[in-house]
């Protein structure tokens, strides 16, 4: 089989610690695929700067003038690591390239599944998922929280695979078929079993990062939960209605029984049961109208149809030649 040529995609977001040794051991199993003829020479890495505010982007030009097969992209500002992964593919569809790997820049999901990866899209798989079938080295909050984000997910009816984070292998068959798809707020880990294709997985233990520290602070790992939920499954909904349904329902009957009592003479103050059923319809309410309008909010967003991401900067061997 001919040499397939290969682009690895990382995002970077303040990635100054640990980008040298990444490019290194990247740079290091790049070239002994191309020795054993797996990937062309012409393969390359490709780092997507998102807005980062330390030397990440010096150091991608650095790398780029050191080892040549770097390419990078530098985003105006901080657009998420979504966005930076979707920028990367993006850039590359339609291209000679014919397989593009997506990973962190921090390593944590291990390079050597690239191989494994390879190897089964030359055996025609159109999409493999890396998937990690060891987390110790999480820690126990991220594993449980990330454990309950699955089952979640899948009780909502979302079909996405366990402990597969962004590290995948597409070929273009794929990318042109994702890019049919132009929703703003993007969760790609729902999106890309919805493609279909022919799919294979790899399974790898996942490390410590490198160095540095995450970039995914609680806040921004409840902010992605919930675009994973809200992008895919109108369920939360569903379940409001119903429980206004159940809820009308059951006032009703109250009222038949109330008015019966009435009837037969029966009189109360009923103070306790009024505030009861203020305090806990209010709050009912707020939270059906909290989860409705977060759907509302994403339409807004949707219609607004902004830029998932802008360029500021571009380093590639298109540029050079030109
Ligand atoms: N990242 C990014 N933009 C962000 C946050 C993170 O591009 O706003 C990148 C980050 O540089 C890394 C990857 O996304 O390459 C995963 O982030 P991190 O390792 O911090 O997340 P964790 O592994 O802790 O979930
Ligand atoms: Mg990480």
Request: charged share 20%.
């Amino acid at each position: 089989m001919a040499a397939k040529k290969l682009a690895i995609v990382l995002p970077a977001y303040n990635e100054e610690e640990v980008i040298e040794k990444t490019t290194a051991r990247l740079h290091g199993l790049l070239l002994s695929m191309i020795e054993n003829k797996k990937i062309t020479s012409d393969s390359f890495i490709m780092y997507v700067d998102d807005g980062s505010k330390d030397r990440t982007w010096e150091l991608v030009n650095q790398l780029r003038a050191q080892y040549g097969q770097v390419q990078g992209i530098r985003f105006s500002t901080n657009f998420g690591h979504q966005n930076a992964l979707i920028a990367g593919m993006t850039h590359l569809t339609g291209t000679d390239v014919d397989y593009v790997v997506t990973i962190d820049a921090d390593l944590q999901d291990d390079p050597e599944a690239i191989v494994d990866m390879v190897d089964l899209a030359n055996a025609g798989k159109d999409i493999v998922y890396g998937v990690r079938n060891d987390r110790t080295t999480d820690t126990l909050f991220k594993r449980y929280t990330a454990q309950g984000f699955y089952k979640v997910m899948s009780a909502l009816g979302v079909n996405s695979i366990p402990n597969h984070a962004d590290f995948r292998l597409v070929n273009q068959k794929v990318l042109k078929a994702f890019s049919a798809y132009q929703e703003r707020e993007m969760f790609l880990r729902g999106i890309f079993p919805l493609i279909g294709f022919n799919e294979g997985r790899v399974y790898y233990a996942r490390a410590e990062r490198e160095a540095g520290e995450t970039k995914y602070p609680l806040r921004k790992m409840i902010q992605f939960a919930a675009t994973g939920i809200t992008s895919f499954s109108i369920s939360p909904i569903t379940f409001v209605r119903n429980l206004g349904i159940g809820i009308f329902g059951i006032s009703i009957l109250f009222l038949i029984y109330i008015f019966f009592g009435w009837a037969f003479g029966k009189t109360s103050t009923g103070w306790p049961t009024l505030m009861v059923s203020i305090w806990m319809l209010g709050g009912l309410q707020l939270v059906a109208i909290g989860i409705i309008g977060e759907y509302i909010g994403k339409i807004f967003m949707e219609v607004k149809h902004r830029p998932r991401y802008i360029i500021a900067e571009e380093l590639n061997d298109y540029d050079e030649q030109a």
